[in-house]
């Protein structure tokens, strides 16, 4: 279960907008869903939002209209790009294989990447 690889985290302004990238170094994702997590300080790890390799998302409701996952299969990348941040949604934040609805994942954890939103 080689884990799959996160970028573009870094430090915005509440308000602002970020690109969170999410690659493999296998030959693809396979058939599974992709999905994004997220650690704030200080607690445990918790769901952002997954897509299936047919393109049907789900999204924790804190995200709700404001982050959209999608997903590119030609390149195998996912992303998730984050509008309107605000500073609850500060964290590590970490991509893996599993089901649609984010509760099972299927390889280990990766190094994740870093958000921070604060003034």
């Known amino acids: 279960q080689v884990p799959l690889e996160e970028s573009g985290g870094g430090w915005v302004q509440p308000g602002g907008s970020l690109r969170l990238t999410c690659t493999t170094s296998?030959?693809?994702?396979?058939?599974?869903?992709v999905g994004w997590f997220r650690q704030p300080p200080e607690k445990q790890r918790e769901f952002v939002a997954t897509?299936?390799?047919?393109?049907?998302?789900n999204y924790a409701d804190s995200v709700k209209g404001r982050f959209t996952i999608t997903r590119d299969n030609a390149k195998e990348t996912v992303y998730l790009q984050m509008d309107s941040l605000k500073p609850e949604d500060t964290g590590v934040y970490y991509c893996?294989?599993?089901?649609?609805?984010?509760?099972?994942?299927?390889?280990?954890w990766g190094q994740g990447t870093e958000v921070t939103v604060s003034s």
């Open positions: 296998r030959k693809s994702f396979g058939v599974a869903a």
């Open positions: 893996n294989r599993g089901t649609e609805a984010g509760r099972t994942v299927f390889d280990d």
């Open positions: 897509i299936s390799r047919d393109g049907r998302t």
